[in-house]
């Protein structure tokens, strides 16, 4: 497997491996529990930390030992990336479930989170490949903020939810009582209309009101 950069460098010795090893293995176990994702890229470079620790036994060559720190280091960064790219795409599908809803009015810090998300996301489009073993830490704290993000918009649902449907309730309601409204001013303006119209006939028309006898005929 090629290495192009070297992420863990100076005297490193099978202890920190071991440390190493543990953080990404636990990096793992927890992306795929919360995030419910497999990081296929965080298992293949345990496994290639396992070749080289399996050849630093046999040989005892530290450069093994380096490589094996290189992938742990490397698997940690690509399990919280992994996360992160989930709770994004998670977090934006709330979003258009309920952009006809003022979500704040559930979520006040949605705004916020909103920011936040944004500026995670630019974090991981920018990322530079050299740097990552910089930015383990980095991403392992967006993961984590994330994390309380997607928990608050999922818990916010069910209340989203009971708020649209209280809203779709008093808007029938008021679609009933316009109908019903209007049905009242027609039967209204309709029966006066026509009493009105049969008393000014009958007064603008004098001959009308004569006994048929006394009529003129022509």
């Not at 296929?40 to 070749?51: C, E, F, K, S, V």
């Not at 630019?122 to 928990?151: A, G, M, P, W």
């Not at 028309?205 to 022509?218: A, D, G, V």
Request: aromatic residues 10%.
């Amino acid at each position: 497997m090629p290495e192009p950069y070297h992420y863990v460098n100076g005297n490193i010795t099978p202890a920190l491996v071991k440390q190493l090893y543990a953080d990404a293995e636990s990096a793992l176990k927890l992306v795929e529990r919360v995030a419910e994702e497999v990081t296929i890229p965080t298992i293949n470079q345990l496994r290639y930390a396992g070749q080289h620790l399996t050849r630093f036994i046999s040989a005892n060559d530290k450069e093994e030992l380096r490589k094996a720190a290189n992938h742990c280091q490397r698997a940690m960064y690509d399990a919280y990336e992994t996360g992160i790219i989930y709770f994004i795409n998670e977090i934006n599908n709330f979003g258009k479930d309920y952009r006809k809803t003022v979500i704040s009015k559930i979520l006040p810090g949605w705004v916020g989170y909103q920011q936040t998300v944004d500026k995670i996301k630019t974090f991981v489009d920018n990322r530079n490949e050299k740097e990552r073993h910089r930015q383990t830490e980095e991403c392992k704290e967006n993961f984590k903020s994330l994390n309380i993000i997607f928990n608050e918009t999922k818990y916010s649902r069910d209340e989203l939810n009971k708020t649209i449907k209280k809203d779709r309730i008093i808007t029938f309601g008021v679609i009933i009582a316009l109908i019903a409204l209007i049905f009242v001013a027609l039967d209204f303006f309709g029966i006066n209309g026509e009493k009105v119209f049969t008393t000014d006939t009958k007064a603008k028309n004098p001959i009308s009101t004569l006994p048929k006898t006394e009529r003129i005929s022509e």
